[in-house]
Structure formats: structure tokens, C-alpha cells
Nanobody, 124 residues
């Protein structure tokens, strides 16, 4: 599976941004899909995950209520709608995938495929 993240940019606090992750290769509908982010000088952290069929979703506490993850398996795309952005959301955002499993995984070590990352910068 090859993953291509896009949609990053420079926005102001309170603005919205939509990230997309396009998958190619083996069909992404067999995979759980997630977003992680890495802020400058910090470790990469979990943001959100959506199961293969979209029925199971989990968010990091820091983005709950502001971010929404969704997927369109007919287009092999996973989106991350980010609303009410804060300066602390500034990071490189990565999409990742792993084989579907009954348990939603938030640990990055469990993910097999990664996109190249897209930079989100939120100014105050």
C-alpha cells in the first residue's frame, strides 16, 4: 500500500483544514487507517484512527471534538477534517495503515505503511 497525504498549509488559530490521504496498491478498504502527527522537537503521536469499514473510530483527547476522521473506500481516501485549529496543532501529519484487526490500534509501531507527511502550521 502506498499512501499520499495532502492538504496541509498555513492557517490561523480558529481556522479549519482538511487533510486527505490517498491510498494505492492493495485496496485500502482492507486496512485500518490512522493519522499521526509530529510537532517540532517532539515525538510522533497518535491523532485519530478509523477501522476498515468505518464503524470504529478513536481520537486522541487533544483533538476530540475538533477533528473528524472519515473514509471513502470507493475512492481509497481517508480524510481528517480539522476545525478550530490551535497553535499546538502545528505539526507534520502522517497517514498510516495496518491490516484490519478487532482492536483499534493507536500505537505507531503497529502500523505497516506510512505516507510522506504534510505540514500543518497554525499561527496565533
Amino acid at each position: 500500500v502506498q499512501l499520499q497525504a495532502s492538504g496541509g498549509g498555513l492557517v490561523q488559530a480558529g481556522d479549519s483544514l482538511r487533510l486527505s490521504c490517498a491510498a494505492s496498491g492493495r485496496t485500502s478498504s482492507s486496512y485500518d487507517m490512522a493519522w499521526f502527527r509530529q510537532a517540532p522537537g517532539k515525538d510522533r503521536e497518535f491523532v485519530a484512527v478509523i477501522s476498515r469499514g468505518g464503524g470504529r473510530i478513536k481520537y486522541a483527547d487533544s483533538v476530540k471534538g475538533r477533528f473528524t476522521i472519515s473514509r471513502d473506500n470507493t475512492k481509497d481516501v481517508v480524510n481528517l477534517q480539522m476545525n478550530n485549529l490551535k497553535p499546538e496543532d502545528t505539526a507534520v501529519y502522517y497517514c498510516a495503515s495496518k491490516a484490519n484487526s478487532p482492536i483499534i490500534a493507536t500505537g505507531q509501531a503497529l502500523y505497516d505503511y506510512w505516507g510522506q507527511g504534510t505540514l500543518v502550521t497554525v499561527s496565533s
